[in-house]
């Protein structure tokens, strides 16, 4: 037996009668963009979810002891593994389904990570289970640093930035490489849906969900989060530094969708990189004079990221005509 | 009445597995125990078992991908060996301290480095201390067994622990034997139901795994897991008592053999007890009085059963197929925890052998027990720990 279940409407007014599925009482630090983003990726739809976690900020904050701020069937084992850890669990439900063991209730299997037991550690264990086809949604929030250890640098982290592992020294101003393009690399595991959102975009992050739910097999989805212990930014900021990260164009908006790429929200007037990065301490020795030249490498490496999403897009629409 | 077949330990394995059909297997290859998931694929993929195997792209992901099945609320198993249970490691603690009942068959193979495919305990003594049971196989035939069985123990509601079945790579997994294989409707009968505890998949029911626990309460957690350890030989014996009852075959937390009026014992896991076996037979007829001891059930480890076991002898040799570095062999330190209890302790050496494949043969076996001999007559030891069969 399948039970139907149906389609949330994304207006404010409903979304704000349903339940919550992710609660408060956790422990995250005033301020931070992840639990936002989980709430969003929860309320977005009607299935039951089950979860699993990486270890990081968001598992050690959400469930102590016999305290746990999920309000679904959520799993945390280690680090590295929260894609493996899920891809057990559907196949379980898919086994007990078909051997008519357990009602088909339409579960939808989702495991939030962040960027460092994502891009980094998680890296392969995330790529198998995308092979493999699970029928699951993978969720990084990206706040671009190992923040539960301390903010140290990952591969997520932006160029230039001062991080307690690649701190803005006397020899060496930060980190000297660009990011690691994980949504792309996801993209080119073949996978039916890959895309990019922020929390500052609430609705387009809650389509991309909704429009993944519907899609059988591997899915992946990367959320910035402002993190601001690691940014040394203000603790209220979290929204607007993901806006000013979409419309500077360091965090474009976009989805693949069985290969094809369209920018799902294009800012009306691109913003001078420095509008994301100057409100960060994280950046504040790039505005030295004597680094100027960092501020234009990581002008430009945006630049050409952007054009190159733009002509994609581009390639794209002409291929659909 | 079972049917009589010649096949290999892996073989048997897979049969075990097929026969249980558990929900997930998540597995990845490795040299010895990749014909074990191999031949169980093959079931998979011609419609003879329900399961839904997972491949996975390492055994850190097979074991993580096994625990959140377990977790979600069904029957498990994997299978690996060496570097692929080294890989785990992390999981492993992790499956045992979240009380997930999974079935590992590992074919026991050396660790590197230098790089070596053969068989020595290395792997499973590694992983002594993970909090998984673990269970020695002899042959094809217990190896068989014991599969069966260790889904009884495990799945036990007292227990609910994850449990490793042991047996020697290649000496066992890939040499034909003869074994007895139990019908299909007897195995099912004696696994019975998987019965969830806290299922993932219990939707209406949201249950969180994993938890933080710092100071406060991680102490009393691993205190918890100590305690059902300590109930892990009741429910052996059980499982043993009524696997008997089914197949006629005796099992115990450990083998004796020619014990009871021994002057001398030796112990030694795995297959070298049958090899030590038939050397002790030779020694009997000449008037030699020498027994074995063949512990089965490794962890939890039966100390004081052994002691009782053993409480007559005069000097014990113990065969490890394995070395801690700088320490005694892993088998002689439990052995030696054993006799601690003893009111008069026996003489004891320690001999390391068969290190990644190397053969165990006759001449081996006697000279141990010609050493033996002269220990138990002056009760002197000239050397605790020395490796044999050495190409000096």
Not at chain 2, 54 to 83: D, K
Not at chain 2, 174 to 203: N, T, W
Request: aromatic fraction near 8%.
């Amino acid at each position: 037996m399948t039970t139907t279940v149906q389609p949330k409407e994304l207006k404010l007014k409903e979304l704000a009668k349903g339940e919550d599925r992710f609660v408060h009482g956790h422990r995250m630090c005033a301020g931070c963009g992840a639990p936002i983003v989980v709430k969003q990726v929860l309320m977005a739809t009607n299935y039951p979810i089950i979860a699993s976690n990486a270890t990081g900020c968001l598992e050690v904050s959400s469930c102590i002891q016999q305290f746990t701020a999920w309000k679904i069937p959520w799993i945390h084992s280690a680090f590295e593994n929260a894609a493996a850890t899920i891809s057990g669990v559907e196949a379980m439900y898919k086994s007990l389904v078909k051997q008519g063991k357990l009602d088909d209730r339409n579960v939808k299997f989702v495991a939030f990570g962040g960027d460092g037991g994502t891009y980094d550690i998680g890296f392969q264990s995330l790529s198998g289970a995308m092979e493999r086809g699970h029928d699951m949604m993978y969720v990084c929030y990206d706040n671009g640093a190992y923040m539960n250890t301390g903010i140290q640098r990952s591969s997520a982290t932006p160029f230039g930035a001062n991080t307690t592992t690649c701190p803005a020294g006397d020899a060496i101003p930060g980190k000297l490489q660009q990011r690691k393009d994980l949504t792309r690399i996801m993209a080119a595991h073949g996978i039916p849906y890959a895309a990019q959102a922020s929390p500052s975009n609430w609705l387009d992050l809650m389509k991309k969900v909704q429009k993944a739910f519907e899609i059988k097999g591997p899915k992946f989805l990367n959320v910035i989060s402002p993190c601001n212990r690691g940014w040394r930014s203000k603790t209220d900021d979290a929204i607007a530094l993901s806006r000013l990260a979409v419309e500077t164009c360091y965090w474009p908006l976009y989805e693949v969708e069985n290969g094809a790429l369209k920018i799902t929200v294009k800012p009306k007037e691109k913003k001078p990189l420095t509008e994301f990065l100057k409100p960060q301490g994280r950046f504040k020795h790039m505005f030295a004079p004597e680094n100027e030249w960092m501020l234009k490498q990581a002008q430009e490496y945006v630049d050409a990221q952007w054009e190159h999403l733009l002509k994609e897009e581009a390639f794209w629409t002409e291929a659909k005509k | 009445m079972g049917k009589i077949v010649a096949v290999t330990g892996n073989e048997a394995c897979a049969q075990a597995l097929k026969q249980i059909n558990p929900d997930v297997c998540a597995a990845y290859p490795i040299t010895p125990a990749t014909d074990l998931m191999q031949r169980f694929s093959s079931f998979v993929n011609d419609g003879k078992v329900d399961t839904e195997l997972v491949l996975v792209e390492s055994e850190h992901s097979a074991m993580s991908a096994c625990i959140g099945a377990a977790a979600a609320g069904g029957r498990v198993a994997t299978a690996t060996s060496s570097q692929g249970l080294a890989l785990m490691w992390e999981m492993l603690y992790i499956a045992a301290g979240t009380r997930l009942p999974i079935i590992m068959p590992l074919v026991n193979r050396a660790l590197s480095a230098p790089l070596n495919i053969h068989g020595d305990h290395s792997d499973g003594m590694g992983a002594r201390d993970t909090g998984w049971i673990q269970i020695y196989s002899e042959n094809a035939q217990e190896a068989y067994d014991n599969t069966i069985q260790a889904f009884r123990i495990a799945e036990h509601l007292d227990i609910r622990l994850p449990a490793m079945v042991c047996m020697d790579g290649f000496i066992v997994s890939h040499s034909i034997e003869r074994v007895e294989y139990i019908d299909d409707a007897d195995v099912k009968k004696f696994v019975g139901k998987f019965q969830a505890v806290h299922p993932l998949l219990d939707l209406d029911n949201p249950k969180s795994y994993g938890p933080l626990i710092l100071t406060d309460l991680y102490h009393e957690y691993k205190r918890a897991q100590h305690e059902v350890m300590t109930k892990v030989p009741k429910v052996v014996l059980e499982v043993a008592s009524d696997f008997e009852k089914m197949a006629g075959r005796k099992y115990g937390l450990f083998e004796t053999y020619r014990l009871e009026d021994a002057e001398m014992a030796i112990v030694v896991m795995s297959s070298a007890a049958g090899t030590t076996k038939d050397i002790i037979d030779q020694y009997r007829d000449k008037g030699v009085k020498i027994g074995l001891l063949k512990p089965r059930i490794f962890r939890p480890f039966p100390y004081l059963e052994i002691a009782d076991a053993l409480k007559h002898v005069k000097a014990i040799a113990v065969l490890d197929r394995a070395d801690s570095f700088g320490g005694y062999g892993p088998l002689f330190m439990e052995i030696a925890g054993s006799v601690m209890s003893m009111a008069s302790k026996p003489a004891m050496i320690n001999k390391i052998f068969g290190l990644g494949g190397r053969d165990y043969l006759p001449d081996q076996a006697e000279g141990v027990i010609d050493e033996l001999i002269k220990v138990a007559q002056t009760g002197k030891v000239p050397a605790v720990k020395e490796y044999i069969g050495v190409k000096e």
